[in-house]
């Protein structure tokens, strides 16, 4: 494929421009000293409703939201659309646990979930466990944003791997030194690129294919055909995905705001009330994910070919780039190089808050509880700095050296592997009634039973015989049937029944547990209480007070 010199060109001098707004950044309220993690790390703890709205959405809806979701609708139908119910139930589902998260954070200054686990049960073991859990997880996601930027280079015609390592290089650099600063700011770009391009290109594509019927018809006549039927593909969901859809659905909503990276963007909101109607507007992200996923539809209407792909030997190429190549195809050159933009900078923003969440736990949650626990501020907030460069670092290694499709693998598998949190995190805002090594249990049980589970499954597509995807065969289990269900909804099952019974079995044994240091008004506080302090006086030590 020859170089677009115009699309590439337009997308360069966007992509230095949000560059320099990282930069930028570091003066944008400017504090007395960066070198802190509630500065570094959470912009202050002061951003209003409009800023986190940015910030959140641009966290959320990565770049590779954008780019997988209508490359699974293109390959897959009906499945794809997971990510729009996902996206629906998830708000009402999280808005109180948010809440409550929020204020007990800014009352005993936590940084990170794990600092929360800490102090409510009493259990570095279990504090480590989610710190790690949520490093781990993460990693995979960040390498992912790399995939929407070589998704886009790659339709315009640029190949390698080095504009990829130079784009992530200055993305290090600024994030180093603005800190959350920096993707905060960066977002009203990538936004507002993003919208203006889904409304531009749902109006012209249908108009330019002859209309929705046609099409959907394209659609239903490649999803008709026998192998497409085999694989389970089809404009409808059939008896046996059905069940994998809606727990898949559910277990994803439940998984997203456990990640550390979402949690970030909460801690850094001004007030409970910033959280609250930001739990109410972010649902206009999910009307625009809808409307990406049917570009997927709108590929095999335009007989959209992937890179790589061979139809004939029945290669199929790398799907991610049917959205570039849409775009390529529907718009004048200029339009297109925008909207290459949008999905590239829209990489930035989720990586830089990722690999700031990650880097806050290591330092808060292993650097400081198990390495130097007296660490001053000013430690602390340099070693996030060098651990988020090596976050970075380790992502474009996962990219470079592994194939494509081992990332997205990791990162099924970072979806299974962080619902083992929620017990202690989202359940435990509410009651402290889980014994300290119930939890410690549970997270043992469900872990190994979803690994066991990712291992059994397939990948027909790729020819590989384990850690195929995350859609379990029920018959694995001994019952008679042909449906499949998400893995992670099976193993956070079994997480919550083994923390019930050991917490039930250790407190009749009356077997000594963990001290909860924080208290049930912690959990209402709101900005303006008398115990929303500034947080500075309230670490002191650069620790929780918690601790």
Do not use: C
């Not at 360069?12 to 944008?28: D, E, K």
């Not at 190949?159 to 130079?166: A, D, L, Q, V």
């Not at 790589?308 to 529907?330: E, Q, S, Y």
């Not at 990332?407 to 300290?436: E, M, N």
């Amino acid at each position: 494929m020859e170089v677009q010199v115009t699309e590439l060109t337009i997308f360069i001098v966007l992509f230095a421009f949000v560059s320099v707004l990282g930069f930028v950044a570091s003066r944008w309220r400017r504090p007395d000293t960066m070198e802190h993690l509630d500065e570094w790390g959470l912009g202050g703890r002061n951003f209003g409703g409009w800023i986190t709205w940015f910030l959140l959405g641009g966290d959320l809806y990565t770049a590779y939201t954008f780019v997988a979701v209508p490359a699974l609708m293109f390959g897959a139908g009906a499945m794809g659309f997971f990510a729009l119910p996902y996206t629906v139930v998830l708000y009402p589902l999280v808005l109180i646990p948010l809440v409550r998260l929020w204020s007990v954070s800014h009352v005993h200054g936590f940084v990170t979930p794990a600092d929360f686990v800490r102090a409510r049960f009493g259990s570095s073991t279990m504090a480590l466990l989610v710190a790690i859990t949520g490093i781990v997880a993460t990693m995979p996601y960040i390498a992912l944003q790399l995939v929407g930027i070589e998704a886009v280079l790659k339709a315009m015609g640029v190949e390698g791997k080095w504009p990829i390592t130079i784009a992530f290089l200055i993305l290090a650099i600024y994030t180093y030194n603005s800190g959350l600063r920096a993707p905060a700011l960066i977002a009203f770009v990538k936004d507002t690129l993003i919208y203006l391009t889904v409304i531009v290109a749902i109006v012209v594509i249908p108009t330019k294919l002859g209309g929705w019927d046609a099409i959907f018809a394209a659609a239903g006549e490649k999803f008709s055909q026998p192998a497409a039927q085999a694989a389970g593909s089809g404009l409808l969901l059939n008896a046996n995905n059905q069940l994998n859809y809606v727990t898949l659905a559910f277990g994803s909503a439940l998984a997203l705001f456990l990640y550390p990276h979402s949690l970030t963007g909460v801690l850094a909101a001004r007030s409970r009330d910033t959280v609250k109607r930001n739990m109410a507007a972010l649902p206009a992200y999910s009307f625009v994910l809808g409307l990406l996923a049917l570009l997927g539809l709108m590929a095999i209407a335009a007989e959209i070919v992937p890179v790589g792909a061979d139809p004939a030997a029945g290669v199929p190429g790398d799907r991610n780039t049917v959205v570039p190549l849409l775009f390529g195809w529907a718009f004048p050159s200029w339009f297109a190089g925008i909207a290459f933009a949008a999905i590239g900078i829209g990489a930035l923003v989720p990586a830089a808050v990722m690999s700031i969440a990650a880097a806050n736990l290591f330092t808060r949650n292993i650097y400081t509880e198990y390495i130097r626990r007296d660490a001053s501020p000013r430690e602390e907030a340099q070693v996030s700095k060098l651990v988020s460069l090596v976050v970075k670092f380790v992502a474009v290694v996962l990219v470079l050296g592994l194939d494509t499709q081992y990332s997205i693998d990791l990162q099924l598998i970072g979806g299974v592997i962080i619902l083992q949190t929620l017990p202690a995190v989202a359940l435990g805002v509410f009651t402290r009634w889980f014994h300290k090594w119930a939890l410690v249990a549970g997270w043992v049980a469900g872990m190994v039973f979803g690994f066991w589970m990712l291992w059994t499954i397939p990948n027909p597509a790729t020819d590989r015989k384990h850690f195929g995807g995350s859609a379990f065969k029920l018959s694995e289990l001994g019952v008679d049937t042909k449906w499949t269900i998400y893995a992670g909804f099976l193993s956070v099952a079994l997480n919550l029944i083994v923390v019930a019974l050991v917490t039930w079995g250790l407190r009749a044994g009356k077997v000594a547990d963990g001290e909860d240091v924080t208290k049930p008004s912690d959990y209402t506080a709101e900005q303006g209480d008398p115990k929303v302090r500034d947080i500075p006086e309230l670490v002191g030590d650069g620790r929780p007070s918690a601790t």
